[in-house]
């Protein structure tokens, strides 16, 4: 059965897929494209309406402070980490550190991995030099490959088709594991239009349009434009919904986005993840929860302490310092508390192996970094980092 929404063939086309997109691949012309996008229009749904409602009902008992939430995993999927054992280990992190998350807060805390298509990624530059050659960007599996030559670089749709294999193998093990009502569910930046437009589906329940790729995608700092594709989009699911939130955003704008994505102001519905940086006062912070508090939006309130806090070491190598991430995360506690507000968890860059991506804790100073740093794009916690910040924050 033919159910989805914006599709080739449709009598119209849904209102984002004529809107501009930022962060797109460049590969609009390539033949191939229209059959990968009918591919996985007629692919199957990949997640089930009833349990992306299961979750909603979660996170709004996280919105009401009832619940906490674990968001957490590679800033980059890779895609040859399908298989079984890989999805164990990064799932076994997850629930760990949740589990230290309830011991510590004495609330249920809800599992989501950063998994199961997190495949895509935006990048503040299109190019990069390499050996003194300008190559394409690394954009995540689905769009290219890192290897650092111009063949590797070139963006091709096919990989949608790739990425939507491993994300389905994934998603099974995700679901064989999901034993408890509090998860592990599946999350993953809805960036590629080409591929998260075709897998819209209709919940067979309540008729209303749910995206099948996921069980509750973010938008990101780069693709939070209101009027854009990816805002629409966004808007007009039913999944649950997530958006970063950088430093740059006025509270104005941020009441503005919450509108488009809450406008029926749902417990649930809207999570704002925080990423401002260690280095932005919590004078600039309050004012973005207030006036969000003020216009009536119950939203999920999320700590991303990694992403405004990316520094370079002397050799250019992308790291974090756990010490800035607890100190963004802590701060973010006490601005939501202050508000009488609950601060409803962390949203990570984790890894399941001990990788040497970050420092702090087991890794001492930069010299380290080149033990085991594996990550296909942002520096990620090793689950020693992970536990630290998480006992650090919550004690
Ligand atoms: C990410 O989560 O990997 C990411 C790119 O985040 P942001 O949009 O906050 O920069
Ligand atoms: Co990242």
């Known amino acids: 059965m ?40 007629d692919a199957p749904a990949l997640t089930t309406a009833a349990d992306v409602r299961t979750l909603r009902r979660q996170l709004a008992e996280v919105a009401l402070g009832r619940a906490r939430l674990l968001q957490s ?28 998350m309830a011991l510590r807060t004495g609330r249920p805390v809800v599992r989501v991995g950063r998994m199961g298509g997190q495949f895509a990624k935006p990048r503040s530059s299109p190019t990069e ?3 003194g050659v300008d190559l394409p960007v690394f954009r995540g599996h689905l769009v290219n490959s890192p290897e650092p030559h111009p063949a590797a670089r070139r963006h091709d749709p096919n990989r949608m088709l790739q990425a939507y294999e491993a994300s389905a193998a994934v998603l099974r093990a995700l679901d064989d594991r999901r034993t408890d009502a509090y998860g592990p569910w599946a999350s993953h930046e809805a960036l590629v239009m080409d591929y998260e437009s075709p897998q819209v589906r209709r919940d067979p329940e309540t008729g209303a349009p749910y995206l099948a790729s996921t069980h ?4 990101g700092e780069r693709t939070r434009q209101l009027g854009l594709a990816h805002v629409e989009f966004l808007a007009s699911l039913a999944n649950p919904v997530a958006c970063k939130i950088g430093p740059s955003a006025s509270a104005e704008q941020v009441v503005r986005l919450c509108r488009v994505l809450d406008p029926d102001r749902l ?19 309050t004012p ?21 806090n990316t520094v370079q070491t002397s050799t250019g190598l992308k790291t974090r310092r756990l010490a800035d991430a607890v100190g963004e995360a802590v701060a973010f506690r006490r601005v939501l508390e202050q508000q009488g507000l609950h601060p409803g968890g962390l949203h990570l860059e984790t890894a399941a192996a001990d990788v040497t991506e970050c420092l702090g804790g087991p890794v001492a100073d930069e010299h380290a970094l080149s033990g085991r ?12 980092q992970a536990r630290e910040l998480i006992d650090a924050v919550f004690s």
């Open 373 to 384: 740093y594996e990550s296909l794009c942002d520096p990620r916690l090793n689950p020693a």
């Open 2 to 41: 033919n159910d989805s929404l914006a599709v080739a063939g449709a009598p119209a086309p849904a209102v984002w897929d004529l809107l501009p997109a930022e962060q797109q691949p460049r590969w609009s012309a390539h033949p191939d494209l229209p059959g990968v996008r009918r591919a996985l229009q």
């Open 267 to 285: 417990p649930g519905r809207l999570t704002l993840i925080l990423r401002t940086g260690v280095r932005t006062p919590a004078s600039a912070v």
């Open 288 to 308: 973005v929860v207030e006036a969000v508090q003020r216009a009536g939006h119950p939203v999920v309130w999320l700590s991303d302490p990694l992403h405004g």
């Open 129 to 131: 030099t390499h050996d």
């Open 73 to 100: 995993g590679d800033c980059a999927e890779d895609i040859r980490e399908r298989g079984p054992a890989h999805t164990a280990a990064k799932a076994e992190l997850l629930a760990g550190l949740a589990d230290r």
């Open 216 to 219: 509750f995608p973010w938008i």
